[in-house]
């Protein structure tokens, strides 16, 4: 192909532009191969199946490794936003028993420097394979053209080539701990250490025979004068005596015979600093404080240095882990996937990368620490002095302590969205609902309240005639279309801020158990009850539904994509077509957990009382209007909504 000249510039082609960079790095990588059979790629730097003996049998790699490894994987979850994917990955994450593939997985690497998964992501499985027998293949570039597995003996015999098993870079998940720049393995943590653990070791040994003999008081005979010449059977006379020490108490000799006891403490003393000494060695080469090897008079300054040091090395090994899992687990096995909102590349750009990446959670503080801290945000929230958007900023990090998932995006929602006349009405609510618990007496018909017109009651308990009247009109296609906001008619209550309300649903919405819907028994699950992880999918489109406000007909998608649903069946008749069901529960589970969340609302704002309200139209049932108006203690009306599937009614409270 030929470059022609363009005004003092060279003009290239796609293909050459292409080459120029691929090109550009000149650089190259110098492997040392394995001599037979030399298919296997870059030889060990070390030998991976001596320090796996250290750790069956030196408690000190044992615990250096299981310490590195426990600090690295405590607390560990996955979260993605978009419902689907992290449905997905939840059941990926149960099935494949990730959390232990990838301790295991960590342990390998920070033992011997390399941890090896083979992923089978057609059927969505993973196994660690022993880095002891795992190879890795590169170009001169340092690009890895695949793995090898030798599964010979010690001796090769160079006719068979049958014992090498060869693994294409897609299907290996290769952990790199403590490496060194192009090169093609780790060294991890106890190689660079193991001089250090070695003389540790054989201290200790040899100030145990020392103890031993301490312990054992031995005694150091001298017989005869100086320049003397002694007899060896006077020796050995004395050499017998000395075995049945031990049953004498009173020894005489005359003054030829001299008996001392040998003293060991200089030479204990020397023992014990040197040995110290190597452990403080030991700490520095390994990231551990001192006072987690077993040193306990560690001076306070030097063990919280050592600690922020640790945590930081700590997160180090995270972060090199999450981006290894994103690109070499997860981002192929969602490309392999299809999702109903989401395609390929979709997937390719914002699972594992962009505004929807999946996000790692390692670690949690500690009880103690979450409780105090806590303690202090509440005390501060009881302080009403405090502005309205350092409440907000408070409730915020109580949200996350709490584990309330996505409370930074609907706790913050008020604030952003409203304009002043909002703002305005929603603290006039808030006034007047803190004025009315505070004075139960100025009811609604009490001139302080008609003068305020804080809250605004129905007159006729129950009566809905604009709300009603106006869905009586609407096609059974356009109430798919009501958003949940719409189809349970929070708009009745004047001044109702629905951010507030929403908290109390996300927080019922996480621990509910769904008692209607999830099997117990294999007798439920052969009825049409969901088994719990079909549940925690249900959860999840519900928790989105309710944040983002979506219609009646975008959830009922939502159920119908990603959960399995069946025949609803009842002493082995069916009640409910599969193929209904995803409606059904929709509208159904929407009532529910916002009547739920509402009266927690109530409760929290000291309500006592609530009165039935059904949902008005030509098409209630019986039940509901016999109920309509009545009033029941707060305690009470758990459970009562929804009357029946597709219920619409809903609370008011008694003031």
Request: glycine share 6%.
């Amino acid at each position: 192909m030929v470059s022609k000249k363009v005004k003092g510039y060279i003009s290239l082609s796609e293909a050459e532009k292409a080459k120029s960079v691929t090109e550009s790095f000149k650089g190259q990588v110098i492997d040392t191969e394995v001599r037979f059979p030399k298919e296997l790629g870059a030889d060990h730097p070390f030998n991976f199946e001596h320090l796996e003996q250290s750790f069956k049998k030196i408690g000190i790699v044992n615990g250096i490794v299981n310490k590195q490894k426990n600090a690295i994987v405590g607390d560990f979850s996955v979260k993605v936003d978009n419902p689907n994917i992290q449905a997905f990955l939840d059941d990926f994450i149960h099935d494949t028993n990730f959390a232990s593939v990838i301790r295991e997985w960590i342990k390998e690497g920070l033992l011997k420097g390399n941890g090896f998964i083979e992923l089978d992501l057609e059927d969505n499985k993973l196994r660690v394979l022993n880095a002891n027998n795992m190879y890795v293949k590169r170009d001169k570039k340092g690009k890895v053209l695949e793995y090898n597995q030798w599964t010979g003996t010690k001796f090769r015999n160079k006719k068979d080539t049958k014992e090498v098993i060869t693994f294409n870079p897609t299907k290996i998940a290769h952990l790199k701990l403590n490496k060194i720049s192009n090169g093609p393995y780790g060294l991890g943590s106890i190689y660079p250490n193991e001089r250090t653990i070695t003389n540790i070791v054989q201290m200790e040994q040899s100030l145990e025979v020392l103890m031993r003999r301490k312990a054992g008081m031995p005694i150091h005979v001298k017989i005869g004068e100086i320049g003397q010449s002694v007899q060896p059977e006077d020796i050995d006379a004395m050499s017998n005596l000395l075995q049945f020490m031990h049953n004498k108490t009173e020894w005489v000799t005359d003054a030829n015979v001299e008996m001392k006891l040998i003293d060991f403490s200089g030479i204990e003393a020397s023992s014990i600093a040197a040995l110290e000494h190597e452990r403080e060695n030991l700490a520095t080469g390994v990231n551990i404080p001192l006072v987690l090897l077993g040193k306990a008079n560690v001076a306070e300054g030097l063990a919280n240095a050592q600690s922020e040091d640790h945590q930081r090395y700590i997160k180090s090994i995270q972060q090199e882990i999450e981006q290894i899992i994103e690109e070499q687990i997860f981002k192929p096995l969602l490309l392999s996937q299809k999702f109903p909102d989401t395609d390929a590349l979709e997937v390719d750009k914002k699972a594992v990368g962009g505004s929807q990446r999946v996000q790692f959670v390692w670690n949690l503080p500690g009880e103690d620490e979450i409780n105090k801290r806590i303690e202090k945000i509440t005390t501060l929230l009881a302080n009403f002095n405090i502005t309205e958007n350092m409440k907000r900023m408070l409730q915020l990090e109580l949200g996350k302590l709490l584990n309330l998932e996505d409370a930074d995006k609907f706790l913050m929602e008020p604030e952003a969205g409203l304009d002043e006349q909002e703002k305005e009405k929603e603290e006039e609510f808030r006034d007047a609902s803190l004025e009315t618990v505070k004075n139960p007496e100025k009811t609604k018909d009490s001139p302080e309240a008609k003068k305020e017109k804080k809250i605004k009651q129905p007159e006729v308990p129950g009566a809905k005639p604009n709300a009603n009247s106006k869905y009586n009109k609407l096609t059974e296609s356009e109430k798919s279309n009501l958003t949940i906001k719409e189809w349970i008619s929070l708009q009745e209550i004047d001044g109702f801020n629905y951010s507030d309300y929403l908290i109390r649903i996300l927080q019922r919405l996480k621990t509910d158990k769904f008692e209607f819907l999830s099997a117990i028994t294999e007798q439920d699950l052969t009825d049409g009850l969901l088994a719990e992880r079909e549940v925690n999918k249900l959860r999840i489109v519900l928790k989105d539904g309710f944040r983002k406000n979506r219609t009646m007909a975008e959830i009922e998608t939502e159920i119908k994509a990603n959960i399995n649903l069946n025949d609803r069946l009842k002493e082995g008749k069916i009640t409910a077509l599969a193929e209904s069901r995803p409606n059904m529960i929709a509208r159904t589970e929407t009532v529910r957990l916002a009547n739920a969340g509402l009266l927690d609302t109530y409760k929290d704002n000291g309500v006592k009382q609530v009165r039935f309200l059904a949902a008005v139209s030509d098409r209630t049932c019986p039940q509901c209007m016999a109920l309509d108006g009545q009033v029941f203690e707060l305690n009470e009306s758990q459970g009562i909504i929804p009357v029946h599937t597709n219920c619409r009614c809903s609370w008011l409270s008694v003031l």
